[in-house]
């Protein structure tokens, strides 16, 4: 128990670097305890980064000053009096799945080493004379392995130094003078390096495969790419054709509507003004009727006699003919004749018939040019010239449309999709546009510059205004909102996050973070390896290194790819999916000083 109690001491005491006992122990912020040299040469070697605890990751700005703690110091040195010795950490001892020293006694520590010599096993202090004495210079070691006994003779006790060509087995010298007597026998290393060779061509030419399989990924990667994108502009084009047609139907239709109307003005007019005067004839005769009555129920004849010489004879021009008016009826050609859309639109010019453009829209010949009097004769045909026109326009659209479907038909399936070796940068750059990042975004420990185009990150806060919309941590978002197709580069460093996101993305907290959520997505950059995030779900990327890394958006397909950019252009991720709002791009700057993120000008 007194010796668990002491090895326990010893551990308490030991610097989580080194695994030795403590020197010159130093306590950081955290409240762990370390070398001072270890801790040092620890920060020292990772000066791009902030500093941080090894243990619990806790970082610390700015740079701690290092101050012996004298009280550790004294409780080693007294350790140090009672003569114990700081006991190898619990992963330095073998596990099941380990070799073990073959020196060690008791509880053995893990072999850093295997002699084919000796056929044993030596963790790193056993193994100090084989690195110190000239006997053992001869000696081959090789990482340590559990299949030593594989080398000795089962036979003989004896090394396998030779190997067998005729049997194709290793053997020991005995074996090759008795029973491999006569056989094609070299020795172990010889046939070693022959086979190497071999090794090394097969190797290559497996390489070779390897990056010939890749290149035709590559392409056809490139292909699917260049189809979606030729599909897009002609979905695009032809919606723009189609909108345009609608147009000038629209447009057409609505100077028939008008001419009509300015038409039925005119005419009605003429006929309220005929209307008018017939009222009046109506009200005089009414009038002259009022006065023959009341000189027929006059009794006194000397007064009938004397009153009727004054009463004024009856008009000649009084309104006898008959006024017929038929009512403004519809074709039935237009409104039982449906007209149906074709999927096609061809080439020609949409003209509109002459019936309608070139002769002016009237009722009758007999109503147009002379004054209407109360003893014409009016007639009101039906409309069917204004029906006729617009029916032989229809029909006119719907051969065209019927007509040239079956050429559009055949165009779309031989849709000329012009394929280049490598994906073309130029191809992009018809797409590029400038982004300028929002100072009222930015975390306070970044700083903007090159016009909002740039962002730094520094190891002191800058003194920003509050605003609603800055982040909590170390990222930025665009001014522009993006729709439609965008492409543009961001030259990075190690540690930054190249994103996507919409606006109205939470600013605090883990869901504010940039692929940490479903509002925004995220291409994590490293020297290394790359690593996509969206939903808080990562996805680990493949891929050449790259400091500039391009991002081609289109919007209303729901298309976002990266790419790494240098000589040519390689595809890192693509995703397909909706997006419902507006997109803003974005950067976020991991944890160190002077790291930062430029969005070129590509123009």
């Not at 040092?40 to 000053?65: M, N, V, Y």
């Not at 006898?320 to 038929?326: A, G």
């Not at 006119?396 to 940068?425: C, H, Y």
Request: neutral net charge; hydrophobic residues 30%; proline residues 4%.
């Amino acid at each position: 128990m007194a010796q668990k109690g002491d090895q326990l001491d010893q551990e308490s005491f030991s610097c989580s670097i080194c695994l030795e006992v403590l020197k010159d122990p130093v306590t950081i912020p955290c409240g762990h305890s370390y070398c001072m040299n270890c801790i040092k040469t620890h920060w020292d070697e990772g000066e791009k980064k902030l500093p941080s605890c090894p243990q619990c990751r806790e970082t610390f700005i700015p740079r701690p000053a290092l101050v012996k703690n004298t009280m550790f110091a004294a409780l080693v040195e007294q350790l140090k009096k009672t003569g114990l010795q700081a006991a190898p950490a619990d992963h330095c001892y073998a596990g099941p799945e380990d070799v073990a020293c073959d020196v060690c006694s008791g509880r053995k520590l893990k072999a850093v080493k295997s002699c084919l010599v000796c056929l044993a096993s030596y963790c790193q202090k056993h193994l100090q004379p084989h690195r110190d004495s000239s006997t053992f210079k001869h000696h081959q070691l090789v990482d340590p392995s559990k299949n030593l006994q594989d080398n000795i003779c089962p036979r003989h006790g004896d090394l396998r130094k030779m190997f067998c060509r005729t049997d194709q087995k290793c053997i020991c010298y005995l074996c090759s003078v008795e029973e491999h007597k006569g056989h094609d026998t070299v020795s172990a290393a010889a046939e070693r390096a022959e086979r190497q060779r071999e090794v090394v061509v097969r190797r290559q030419q497996i390489q070779q495969e390897i990056q010939d399989r890749e290149k035709d990924v590559k392409l056809l990667q490139q292909e699917v790419e260049a189809i979606n994108q030729s599909a897009d502009g002609t979905v695009e084009d032809s919606e723009e054709m189609f909108t345009e047609l609608i147009s000038l139907l629209q447009k057409r239709s609505s100077e028939v509507k008008q001419q009509v109307r300015s038409q039925q003005e005119i005419e009605v007019r003429r006929v309220r003004e005929l209307e008018e005067k017939l009222q009046q004839e109506i009200r005089d005769l009414k009038r002259r009727d009022a006065e023959m009555k009341q000189l027929s129920d006059t009794e006194d004849h000397n007064q009938f006699l004397h009153s009727w010489p004054s009463l004024p004879p009856l008009s000649e021009s009084t309104h006898s003919s008959s006024i017929s008016i038929r009512p403004l009826t519809h074709s039935s050609s237009i409104s039982n004749r449906p007209l149906t859309h074709s999927s096609s639109i061809s080439n020609r010019p949409l003209t509109h018939s002459s019936s309608i453009s070139n002769r002016p829209l009237t009722h009758s010949s007999s109503i147009s040019n002379r004054p209407l009097t109360h003893s014409s004769s009016i007639s009101n045909p039906p409309a069917s010239d204004v029906t006729a026109a617009v029916s032989e326009v229809r029909g006119r659209l719907q051969d065209i449309l019927r007509d040239t479907w079956k050429n559009v038909s055949l165009a779309v399936t031989e849709v000329d999709v012009l394929l280049s070796e490598t994906e073309s940068r130029a191809g992009f750059l018809k797409y590029s546009c400038e982004i300028t990042l929002d100072p009222n975004t930015v975390h306070t420990w970044l700083l903007l510059s090159e016009e909002n185009r740039k962002v730094t990150f520094l190891d002191q806060r800058q003194s920003y205004s509050d605003h609603p919309d800055r982040f909590k941590y170390p990222q930025v978002l665009s001014r522009e909102s993006l729709t439609g197709r965008h492409y543009w580069e961001v030259e990075t460093a190690d540690g930054v996050s190249v994103a996507v996101s919409y606006k109205n993305i939470s600013r605090s907290g883990n869901e504010s973070l940039f692929g940490y959520n479903d509002k925004s997505w995220s291409l994590y950059c490293s020297s290394d390896s790359y690593m996509f995030r969206y939903n808080n779900i990562q996805t680990s990327i493949s891929g050449p290194w790259s400091s500039r890394i391009g991002v081609y958006l289109d919007h209303r397909a729901g298309v976002l790819s990266f790419y790494s950019v240098s000589g040519t252009m390689t595809l890192l991720h693509r995703v397909q999916t909706s997006f419902t709002e507006p997109l803003r791009a974005g950067v976020r700057i991991y944890l160190n000083p002077g790291r930062s993120a430029e969005f070129c000008k590509l123009k």
